[in-house]
């Protein structure tokens, strides 16, 4: 495994730390990464989403994304876009998150 796909395994790792404050699930089975993206210099870009456009969580919610990736081993840099295209929907759960929540 490359050095590039050693990082974005463990970024995804890290990010299974975050949950969701309202949802016992964490960010990544909830769907809510919607891109990682590791260049040669180990900076990182995530463009990620919410459940819902108004979550009055949402800065909570990306510090906790920001530190976990910033905490992963070799990431220098972290820059997080909140986008909302696609929306989420229940569709992007992973199956971990669909047994997690009972809908299985």
């Known amino acids: 495994m490359d050095k590039i796909a050693e990082i ?3 970024i995804v ?4 730390t975050v949950y969701d ?3 016992p699930v964490n960010v990544y089975d909830l769907g809510l990464i919607y891109k990682i993206d590791v260049n040669d210099n180990c900076d ?3 463009d990620m989403t919410l459940t819902a456009p108004n979550c009055p969580m949402v800065d909570q ?3 906790d994304v920001r530190n ?3 905490n992963t081993e070799n990431v220098r840099s972290v820059s997080i876009n909140l986008v909302f295209d696609p929306p989420w ?7 971990e998150a669909l047994l ?5």
């Open 8 to 10: 974005e395994k463990n």
């Open 44 to 46: 990182v870009e995530i």
């Open 68 to 70: 976990a990736v910033k």
């Open 13 to 16: 790792e890290s990010l299974k």
């Open 21 to 23: 404050p309202e949802i």
């Open 89 to 95: 929907s229940k569709e992007m759960l992973s199956e």
């Open 61 to 63: 919610l990306m510090e």
């Open 100 to 104: 997690e929540l009972g809908l299985l």
